[in-house]
């Protein structure tokens, strides 16, 4: 073997075992940050969720105890997501469900809507958005008060044809030359409503301690949630 050989063998060598103890310390770095990223996210999901639903009205962790939603037009759900059941001394109080508004202006506007076993709004988040910043994005709980216009509404509360920007010709309120993003929340929260209303049994449903509900809810057959064309409108044209 010639020198120039046998150097190019041996450095090729030192980069396989340096990539090996590489890839090794990776590995266990993650295997070892792991509980604590995951803990961590949990923790977050249950501080936002806890935003949807009254302090003190629920006593177990509704992450632990989420269930599967299957995909549903009423939700805007493509794929499958997932509902938190919230409980005080076992009995079931409210649901937080997983929604989504697919005509949101930039884009789909991912909601957690937390309802009563009553049917009334408990509370509404956004938890994933792509609105234009300083106008859109008021629908944030962080920068604006709007979120909590439906906060105590349901299904008859306003009736079906109020459930509208007054744009619209319904009751509630939007920011001038942003009509398309709370147009978007009101529909998808009105949805969610009759979505509870349909499956209100099973969502309240109290099952086994560590068992999911005894009866799964049906996915919805034939119709996909698709976004819909921006109207044409003149405060829309200002974004």
């Known amino acids: 073997m010639t020198t120039a050989l046998r150097e190019t063998v041996t450095t090729a060598m030192t980069l396989l075992v340096f990539a090996v103890i590489g890839s090794a310390l990776l590995s266990g770095t993650f295997s070892l940050t792991r509980p604590s990223i995951a803990a961590s996210e949990q923790a977050e999901k249950l501080a936002r969720i806890s935003e949807t639903l009254p302090a ?24 499958a997501g997932q509902y938190y059941p919230a409980f005080k001394a076992g009995v079931p109080v409210a649901v937080v469900l997983e929604a989504v508004a697919p005509d949101g202006y930039a884009g789909e506007i991912r909601l957690l809507v937390g309802i009563l076993a ?12 792509k609105e234009t910043p300083g106008l859109g994005d008021y629908i944030d709980a962080a920068k604006s008060r709007w979120i909590r216009v439906f906060d105590g509404r349901s299904l008859g509360d306003p009736a079906d044809a109020q459930w509208k920007v007054r744009k619209d010709g319904g009751q509630f309120d939007y920011m001038a030359g942003a009509t398309i993003t709370p147009r978007a929340v009101v529909k998808a929260v009105h949805r969610s409503l009759k979505y509870f209303e349909a499956h209100r049994a099973t969502l309240l449903s109290t099952p086994s301690p560590g068992h999911p509900a005894s009866d799964p809810i049906p996915p919805a057959t034939g119709v996909e949630s698709k976004p819909q064309p921006r109207p044409s409108n003149p405060d829309d044209t200002a974004r």
């Open 56 to 79: 003190g009205s629920y006593d177990n962790d509704p992450v632990r105890d989420a269930r599967p939603l299957p995909p549903d037009p009423l939700l805007g759900l493509r794929h």
């Open 118 to 129: 009553d049917g009334r709004i408990a509370g509404v988040r956004v938890s994933a958005h």
